[in-house]
């Protein structure tokens, strides 16, 4: 990914810098997020070619590519993501019942075992290969490489969703594009991203586990994410909190703060970040954006 010379959103050419930080979780290399003066969309402003991405991620480590974690807060996250599953699902059928899902960036599987077991219809993308086959092989999904290469008629899913997904896109407007041509008129979109207004964020700034530069390209609010969708034709109708991020992405970023684990006070700070959105602003660590395409 070339440095960034205009606002992929408004087109404006003149940013400032929001944070320089570290890859803690791998490389140890330092990035900078930049942000837009005209309409404050952050973004991290790498010179990283697409085809070197992908070497951020060649860890044993990265967990959202593993049916299991060694570690207490990877050993965490898997026994939430198992928990959540359930409440994804009700999300999605409180909106639509029809049975046709779409997954991108499905790791493991674990969602879309859930929704096959219910007789949905279950298609998932996921680049990397080891959890893509464990998909196949452990819960006998349909699992493509990448959307670039995936076909399927317009407007054939009744749900797709990414969790999580959608800061790690490249060419994002051209994956959205694909992605919106494949949800049906009357489909929704879900898309679930970290909160870089979250007090957390405020709190632990450079050291914030949810920036994890440079995997993540974008660094969403609220208002950035309706901008960029607002150019795609579409439009947030719902949002829900993702409380439990908050207690992960501190005691993550405790450890990176601290170069060691500090569960309890990570814990702390993530009911602190909870309680603080519920009182004043909902912004949560991470939201969950319910979207669906404008009536033409």
Known sequence: MKQVRSCILCGNAEFKSHLVLKDFFLSGETFEISECINCHFRFSNLSISLDKILRYYASENYVSHKPEANGLIN????????????KKFQIIVKFKKGHRILDVGCGTGELLAYFKKRRWETVGIETNSNARDYGITHYGLDVGVDLKTYKSAPESFDVITLW??????????????????????????????????????????????????????????KQTLSYLLELHGCHIIEVFPMKLDAYY?????????????????????????????????????????????NIQ
């Open 249 to 293: 992405v501190s005691m993550l970023s405790e450890k990176y703060k601290h170069g060691k684990p500090h569960h309890f006070h990570g814990f702390i700070r993530g009911v602190i970040s909870n309680l603080k959105a519920f009182l004043k602003g909902k912004e949560y660590s991470s939201m969950i954006y319910v979207i669906k395409k």
């Open 75 to 86: 050993k965490l996250y898997v026994i939430v993501r198992k928990f959540t599953v359930r």
């Open 164 to 221: 999580h997904v959608l800061e790690h896109l490249p060419d994002i407007h051209e994956q959205l594009r694909k992605i919106i041509s494949l949800l049906k008129s009357n489909g929704i979109l879900i898309a679930a991203v970290p909160n870089c207004n979250a007090y957390d964020a405020q709190y632990y700034q450079e050291f914030w586990a949810a920036y994890d530069v440079p995997r993540h390209l974008y660094h969403f609010t």
